[in-house]
């Protein structure tokens, strides 16, 4: 917990917001994204290359495995990018887009993410559509995005400790 009232001390509301502003996973994640996609993706190209000189269909079923997953791990390391867009009032990432004038209430809070187990700060963004949107925080300058953000949603950002 000690992370988490650390992060939460360090951000600001009195941030000047213009332009647009970029962020993209954070050194760990980019690590083990790429540290896994390429060693997969290269036992995918060793067990296809085994099948087309040997024709034994297992060596098929295997690479074609780990290419699908090598394919899903290097997608997650090129794709991942959230952009704040103040010109355009705006959040935009590849599977997610809302304007800020929508946004109902924005809590930042920890929460369980994922199948470990593991506590990760998370911002919950509800929309005037009622959507639930969770954004983890697992982007480079964390505590620049969060600041941003609490900077622009001042009366509905709310933080839970």
Not at 102 to 126: N, R
Not at 142 to 154: H, I
Request: a positive charge; glycine letters at 4%.
């Amino acid at each position: 917990m000690l992370f988490y009232e650390e992060f939460i001390k360090n951000i600001k509301n009195d941030l000047e917001l213009k332009g647009k502003e970029s962020f993209s996973l954070e050194l760990k994640k980019k690590i083990f994204w790429l540290g896994t996609g390429l060693p997969i993706f290269v036992m995918g190209v060793v067990e296809m290359i085994a099948f087309f000189s040997q024709k034994n269909l297992k060596d098929a079923i295997l690479g074609t495995i780990f290419l699908m997953i090598a394919l899903r791990h290097l997608k997650v390391y090129f794709s991942y990018r959230v952009t704040l867009d103040f010109d355009k009032d705006a959040l935009i990432s590849k599977d997610l887009n809302f304007n800020f004038k929508d946004v109902v209430s924005c809590v930042l809070k920890e929460e369980v993410i994922g199948g470990k187990g593991k506590v990760q700060p998370v911002l919950e963004v509800v929309t005037s559509e009622k959507k639930r949107i969770i954004i983890p925080l697992m982007m480079n300058k964390q505590t620049r995005f969060v600041s941003l953000l609490y900077s622009r949603l001042k009366n509905i950002f709310t933080i839970e400790k």
